[in-house]
């Protein structure tokens, strides 16, 4: 049996690159090699493309051995040297072996905000998970939300601030619109990454300049009292959702420290402690969310449960985390469908959604 040929891309330039190691070494290790071939592909925070890197090689400090075998097993014929490693599988004993399948496990920007997708359909090779849109729509929590509201989805409010804009609100106008406490976050990141919580006006201007850190449109956003659930989210045209969890925190928010860092920060509990309408209600609104935002493949949907039952979709992940404490594996381990087989759908979506897509005109001459 020939195998399906999977170059799983991870690493990269964004503030997420430890994340994506720890889910590229998660998803290696769960995919069955009875019917896979992997081909790693990392990403340097540079952004330098190495080939025959594994995830323990790219998180070392000098992955010279990965280097060198970039520069000696990559094709370039008919694309840069630094993306040939994306060329089409060819049965050619001329041409070293392509892929058949990408899997990007790239968190943030440079990866999951549909620039590697974009790529991927460029050169013609399907990408697991969203698309272009989808994944840029998933990737901006700015336009996301504004889409969210469009689609009669409820979400917490918000403001937004750019870095060079001519006029920064004031601690008082922002408050005058979210209350207080509020919370301060890129636009375009995950993780928790750059995200503060803002209690007066003495923490404003020093969490404005760390969100913008990292981006240069940040989301200022009312601060919700709830329950923190998850669900996740599988399928092209016809979703499925899976049992909800909950995550809980001990520390003041779900921090990027109490997400990676500090074990005793936060727990999860899967399945989450809700009765059957409540369950119902927030996979029905993970399905609506995944549509109205275009995606494909995968999500993790994240809500704010409120005291008075109100569900709030609070933002989209079109690459959720695969490491071993990730949300998005143990939803669906729970819902009675382990990784292995998760990817091994994920994969075929991938290849399903790039044979439609094949099989459209481009031409608008008869043949």
Known sequence: MTKTRVAILFGGRSAEHEVSIRSAHNVANALDRE??????????????????????????CEPQAAIETAASSVDTRGLPREFAALRA?????????????????????????????GLAKVVGIPCVGAGVLGSALGMDKDVMKRLLRESRIPTPHFLVERRYSQHTKSYAEVVDVLGAPFFIKPANLGSSVGVCKVTSNSDYDEALAEAFQFDNKVLLEECIVGREIECAVLGNEEPI????????????????????????????????????????????????????????????????????????VNEI???????????????????????????EKLINFAMQRFQREQSLRTSVSAD
């Open 35 to 60: 019917k896979y071939d992997v081909l790693f592909i990392g990403i340097t925070r540079e952004g330098k493309w190495l080939v025959d890197c594994p995830p323990k090689m790219l998180a070392s």
């Open 317 to 343: 992940n079109t690459i959720p985390g695969f490491t071993d404490i990730s949300m998005f594996p143990k939803l669906w381990e729970s819902s009675g469908i382990p990784l292995s087989q998760i990817l």
């Open 241 to 312: 959702a899976s049992v909800p969890g909950e995550v809980i925190v001990e520390s003041e928010f779900y921090s990027y420290d109490a997400k990676y860092v500090d074990a005793d920060a936060s727990r999860l509990e899967i399945p989450a402690n809700l009765n059957s309408s409540t369950t119902q209600a927030i996979q029905r609104l993970a399905i609506e969310t995944f549509n109205a935002l275009c995606c494909e493949g995968m999500a993790r949907v994240d809500f704010f449960l409120c005291e008075t039952g109100t569900i709030l």
């Open 89 to 117: 599988r060819s049965h050619s004993a001329e041409l070293p072996p392509g892929i058949d399948v990408l899997f990007p496990v790239l968190h943030g920007p440079y990866g999951e905000d549909g620039s590697v997708q």
